[in-house]
Nanobody, 126 residues
């Protein structure tokens, strides 16, 4: 599967952005999906994950309650709605996919993902 992330940009603190990750290739619904981010000088970190079916989701503590991950298997797209953005959310955001072992499993470790998008820059100004 090939992944293409989009939707990043510059936003003021407290604002919102919605990231999209469009997939091409094999059937999208067989992949569990996730979002990660990497700030300058820092390790790539987990943000959110969603199961193949979309029924199960999981969030990093730093974004829980502010970000929402969702997917549309017909459109082959996963989304990350980001609200109440903070300057510390500034990073390059990457979507990732993995063949899930079950319909309702999600994955939070980088090395559990086999496919990565190219990243989209999110900058939050104070």
């Amino acid at each position: 599967v090939q992944l293409q992330a989009s939707g990043g940009g510059l936003v003021q603190a407290g604002g919102s952005l919605r990231l999209s990750c469009a997939a091409s290739g094999r059937t999208f619904s067989i992949y569990a999906m996730g979002w990660f981010r990497q700030a300058p000088g820092k390790e790539r970190e987990f943000v959110a994950a969603i199961s193949r079916s979309g029924a199960s989701t999981y969030y990093a503590a730093s974004v829980k309650g502010r970000f929402t991950i969702s997917r549309d298997n017909v459109k082959k797209t996963v989304y990350l709605q980001m609200n109440s953005l903070k300057p510390e959310d500034t990073a390059v955001y990457y979507c990732a996919g993995t063949l899930g072992s079950s319909t309702n499993s999600y994955y939070i470790a980088r090395d559990e993902y086999d496919y990565w998008g190219q990243g989209t820059q999110v900058t939050v100004s104070s």
